[in-house]
């Protein structure tokens, strides 16, 4: 993935607030994608998927959208909390035993 | 929590020197893989370890190289250690090798001077 540094694009958003998160992935020949919470000190932590045959998926308050046309994941997590705050990596399965992740998105919910 | 352990939670190395990190897998996966997550990034597969044998590997030199056993943790060891080596150390397990059900441990903090 694209490297930010330590700079890592910000979404800030009022807690109850939906949140959309972005991603542009680069293998169009990738089987699925994962989006992923990962806290201070923490590992990554695995929230949904969906598979490169569907457009949408649903979970509890997340929902994942694919477009293939121009390589596009968005995720979206309804009714934000101050929980969620986090940074979210979308990943792509490649093909060669391993997940290529994006450059992540901090999320910050203000209370 | 997945399940995923690892050891130790942080180091301090010096350049040149080597390090070994260690991995338990949930229970249940024979799977290993190792990520290194640099600051502010996402985080880069290093390799996988499938029954005991290297599976698949990253962009990563020789000097980083690792170790299955049969209760399937694993060891990540690196060699001559650089100051770029300063990173967060992942590793995830999973059963057959399937990447898209990786739990993810702690990781190591590995900080080299």
């Not at chain 1, 972005?22 to 590992?43: L, P, T, V």
């Not at chain 1, 792509?92 to 209370?111: D, I, K, Y």
């Not at chain 2, 070994?20 to 996966?29: E, F, I, K, P, V």
Request: charge should be neutral; glycine fraction near 10%; proline fraction near 4%.
């Amino acid at each position: 993935g694209e490297s930010v540094g330590l700079h890592l694009p910000t979404l800030s958003v009022q807690e109850g607030d939906n949140s959309i998160i972005n991603c542009a992935y680069s293998n169009s020949a990738s089987d699925y994608f994962i989006w992923y919470k990962q806290e201070s000190g923490k590992g990554p932590q695995f929230i949904i998927d969906i598979r490169s045959n569907m457009d949408k998926r649903q979970g509890q308050r997340v929902t994942v959208l694919l477009n293939k046309t121009v390589k596009h994941l968005s995720l979206q997590i309804a009714a934000t909390q101050p929980g969620d705050s986090a940074v979210y990596f979308c990943a792509e399965n490649t093909g060669r035993r391993a997940l290529t992740f994006g450059s992540g998105t901090r999320l910050q919910v203000q209370p | 929590e997945t399940g995923v352990t690892q050891s130790p939670t942080h180091l301090i190395k010096t350049r040149g020197q080597q390090v070994t990190l260690r991995c338990s897998s949930q229970s249940g996966h024979n799977t290993v893989s190792w990520y290194q997550q640099a600051l502010g990034q996402g985080p880069q597969f290093i390799f996988q370890y499938y029954r005991e044998e290297e599976n698949g590997r990253g962009n990563f030199p020789p000097r980083f190289s690792g170790l299955q056993f049969p209760n399937y943790s694993s060891e990540l060891n690196v060699n001559a250690l650089e100051l770029d080596d300063s990173a967060l150390y992942l590793c995830a397990s999973s059963l057959d090798g399937r990447e898209e059900t990786q739990y993810f441990g702690p990781g190591t903090r590995l900080l080299v001077l």
